[in-house]
């Protein structure tokens, strides 16, 4: 079936790209991939005709690092930091949504990095969103990322 996208207060959103990375997130990669590739297309082409959309950007960030291509994923992601609205209050969830991105693709050292950017700022995502989130179930036994998630469950810094 034919993807629709759809424009809501400046965010392109695709009504099955859930659905694919909510299949990817339950270990379902076979079903998933032909799915994220499908979507990485499509974002691909918006981007074309949307050039700098942070929306679009931060999808595919997230689209990529799925697939687990890390140099596109630390490209896309960078971009779509760079494309954020500055906005001091959701800085924190950017970079959590680029953490994922990171994370999903291999890029730990750069996932980690931007994880204990945002907890240490301690406006946005905190420590149970880092936790829970299965974004991150690929590094959670990376040493670094694993003594940040205890440094900061337990309230240390």
């Given amino acids: 079936s034919r993807r629709r996208h759809t424009r809501l207060q400046g965010d ?3 009504d099955v790209c859930s659905s694919d990375l909510t299949l990817y997130y339950f270990d379902n990669t076979k079903d ?13 082409k ?13 999808s ?3 689209i990529e690092g799925a697939l687990g291509d890390t140099q596109s994923a630390l490209r896309i992601c960078n971009d779509a930091l760079e494309a ?3 906005d001091a209050t959701l800085t924190g969830w950017f970079e959590f949504y680029a953490a ?8 730990t050292e750069a996932a980690v990095q931007l994880v204990r950017r945002i907890l240490e700022r301690r406006e946005g995502p905190g420590i149970y969103d880092v936790e829970s989130h299965p ?5 959670r036994s990376d040493p670094e990322f694993a003594a940040l998630l205890q440094q900061y469950s337990r309230g240390q810094k």
């Fill in 32 to 44: 998933a991939r032909p799915l994220l590739i499908s979507a990485r297309q499509e974002f691909s």
């Fill in 12 to 14: 392109w959103s695709s």
């Fill in 135 to 139: 974004a991150f179930s690929g590094i």
């Fill in 46 to 58: 918006l981007l074309d005709d949307n050039a700098g959309n942070y929306a679009i950007l931060r």
């Fill in 100 to 107: 994922h991105g990171l994370a999903m693709a291999g890029a």
């Fill in 60 to 62: 595919l960030c997230v």
């Fill in 84 to 86: 954020a609205p500055r």
